[in-house]
Structure formats: C-alpha cells, structure tokens
C-alpha cells in the first residue's frame, strides 16, 4: 500500500495526525527533498527505507514503490504541503492504477494558508474579495493560455502565486494587464512556518526589487489584492441583524 501524505508547509507540527502515525509505521519513506522538512523523517522507525525524490525520476520513484510493495511493505510518499497543489502526484496514481496497487492520499495544509497564517490574513474579505486564485506563471512549465496570470488577474481577487519567485518581472507585468496596478498591494512570503520565514510587503511594481533586495529566489508564494491592506465590511455571518440557520437575528421573533 503506498500513502500519498502532505508534509505541511514546513514546521514539524503542522503534520495531520494521520499523516504523522503514517510515517511512523512506515517501511519505506519517499519525502520530496527540496521542500519537505527532514525533521519530519525523525519520525521513520529503526529500518525504514527513506529515499529523496528531489534527485530521482519518476520511473525510479516507482521502481522503490513496486520494490517495497513486492515485500508487502508500506511505503509513505510524502509530498510538500497538500499533495493536490503542484504535487504531481496524478502521474504516481496513474501509474500504480496501472500496476494494481493500491494507493491512498492524506491532505495536508498547503504552503498558501501557512503563508496566510504568518501573514494574518483572510482571503476573503466582505466587500473586497469573495474569491482565492491558487496560479502560477508560465515558466519552463507551460500553463494553459486559458489560464494566463494576466486573464486570471482580470478579476482582482485575492491571488496566491506559486512557483514563480524567480520570474517576478514577467509576475509584475502580467498582473498590470489584469485589473491591478502597480500601487496595488502585494506581498512575498518565503519559507512560511519554517525558522527562516521572512514575510515582505511590498506593491505589485515593486515585487521583482524586493525579492532581490531580500534575496528571495524560490521557496515563496506571492500574494496579490486588496484583501493585504484594505478594512473589510463586517461580516454578515456574526451581524446581529442577520438571521442564519443557528440563531435568529436580534429583534427578530421568529426562528
Ligand atoms: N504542494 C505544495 C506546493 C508545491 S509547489 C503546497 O501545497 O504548498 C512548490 C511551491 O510552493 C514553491 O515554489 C512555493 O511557491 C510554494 N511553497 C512551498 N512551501 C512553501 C513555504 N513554506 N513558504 C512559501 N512558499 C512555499
């Protein structure tokens, strides 16, 4: 059986539960090296086979999973943050439903709300933003044209960027085609929940200088849109005059 599990983040104990007991009971661990903390291997038992997919490819990676499952072992494939985020794990899945194993998958807290934890923030705002674009710029990984930044920056919503700290010239000027400017504001938050988080706030024209000046080139999510800086409405949730499904609103007689 191999198990698909989210690392977390970063910090050790932003683990699940389930995630953790699985590493512990594992045969073999095969952990996403260039992101996933080491400090969650202190977890294997004495004798488990750890590998580190950072310098494998994906026949290797399934040549250890078939290996250890030929012997009935468990094996953990320990993917950073939520494996659903830029995890590639469908190509993993894909194959073992190929080879008759089976395979599950244990969610994990993605780096963009570690990121939003560091940054105390809320996403959607009443009367700023209702909505969260999880992206990425086209790089040397294509995105759908579709599903270009400056398209998705047409709607001014809260967006989290992944995977393109090292293209924040391209980041800059596709969200100006879209509906924010360059005064709009942004921030940059690398390496959130580990020791050496740095957080940065900055403006939309200015996100290519401070991650250079801060000496930021990977490990960090960029965030865009009103919900950093502006002061939301009240929420209609917890406004005494509005009635939901758990209590009535105040001064109202019926229930
Ligand atoms: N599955 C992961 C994302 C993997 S893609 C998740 O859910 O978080 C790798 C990208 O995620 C990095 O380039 C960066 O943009 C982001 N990332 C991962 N860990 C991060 C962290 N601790 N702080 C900031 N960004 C992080």
Not at 154 to 168: D, T
Request: with cysteine; hydrophobic share 40%; aromatic share 6%.
């Amino acid at each position: 059986m191999i198990h698909f599990v989210g690392a977390g983040p970063g910090a050790e104990d932003l683990i699940t539960l389930r995630g953790a007991k699985l590493l512990e009971k594992a045969d073999c661990i095969i952990y996403a090296g260039s992101l996933v903390n080491p400090k969650h291997l202190l977890r294997a038992r004495e004798g488990c086979a750890i590998y580190n997919s950072a310098t494998m490819t994906l026949e290797e990676v399934l040549a250890v999973m078939e290996e250890q499952e030929a012997m009935h072992h468990t094996t953990v494939r320990l993917h950073t943050g939520d494996p659903s985020m830029y995890g590639a794990i469908r190509e993993q899945m894909d194959a073992l439903d190929e080879k008759g194993i089976s395979y599950d998958v244990t969610p994990g807290v993605s780096s963009v709300f570690g990121a939003a934890a560091t940054l105390n923030a809320e996403f959607t705002l009443p009367g700023i933003s209702q909505t969260l674009i999880l992206t990425r710029m086209a790089g040397r990984t294509p995105v759908p044209e579709k599903e270009a930044l400056e398209k998705l920056a047409a709607h001014g919503s809260s967006m989290a960027i992944f995977l393109s700290a090292g293209l924040l010239k391209e980041v800059e000027e596709a969200l100006c085609k879209g509906a924010f400017t360059k005064d709009s504001p942004a921030a940059i938050v690398y390496k959130a929940t580990w020791p050496e988080e740095k957080t940065v706030y900055c403006t939309v024209g200015t996100l290519a200088e401070t991650a250079e000046r801060e000496c930021i080139k990977a490990t960090a999510l960029i965030f865009v849109g009103d919900f950093l800086t502006e002061t939301p409405e009240r929420s209609k949730l917890y406004d005494p005059t509005f009635a939901t499904g758990f209590r009535p609103a105040k001064g109202d007689t019926q229930s």
